[in-house]
């Protein structure tokens, strides 16, 4: 939703107010969104990530309309079901079908039939982490012959694509930076509150990037999903940071367990 704003041009900075009151009633709807209303009113793309506006993501997506909100999605690799990692991965879907203004809204907080697997979520992270540069996930790391000789797998760079404008992609980073509790060891990321799936399970994501022990770039997505018995939401979106510090705790130093 941010990277679309952004290159689109209805905002030239994560720190530019947005045009979005709160709560926020789109056209035609009788039911508004709403955020922290002393971080999110006109809250600027960096405001409404720390403090998940959803009146801000709703007005955006308002704004900026259906056909620019599925191109961005499809760029970062939504509705995409010929990827190979090398099995077939469930594939993450962003409405392409007319929306109304209320469905525009939903679409932006990720309602309204957009569904999204991990290693989607993880891929976006590292298009914003890469320069804007999309790169194809591989699965398998290293191949080990029975002579023992090591065969790294050969990697498409043909499909590779660039997605975002480097300038772009450098001011998501920076608004994404603090954006959530910090986790670890220079880690950014965005851990948005818990909300009720269409299913009825309590749900919590963490998303984030940091670096490997031997200095390469990583991106960690994490989906938590708990039974409605649960009513303490805090603690399913802490669940999922604590898996993303374990796993860049893992990456960082092997030997952690």
Known sequence: MAAAALNKGLYKSVDDPTHSPDPYTPPGSTSSLAGDFTHC??????????????????????????????TMAEAFGFNDDKLLTPIRPVASIHPRGELSAAGLADSGNGLQGVTATPLQMARVMAVIDNGG????????????????????????AAADKQVLEPSIAAQLRSA????ASPLIGGESGWAPRSELANRGDATAWSVSFTRSGDGRPMAIAVFVTVPTTSTDHSSDEAGAVHVAQEMSRAATNPTHS
Not at 133 to 156: H, N, Y
């Open 176 to 179: 994404l930076q603090g954006s």
């Open 133 to 156: 540069k999309q790169t194809q996930p591989e699965l398998v790391a290293q191949i080990i012959r029975p002579d023992g000789s090591v065969e790294k797998p050969k990697s498409d």
């Open 41 to 70: 009113q006109n809250a600027s793309i960096r405001s409404a990530l720390r403090y998940s506006c959803e009146n801000v993501f709703a007005s955006m997506a308002v704004d900026m309309g259906q056909v620019d909100l599925a």
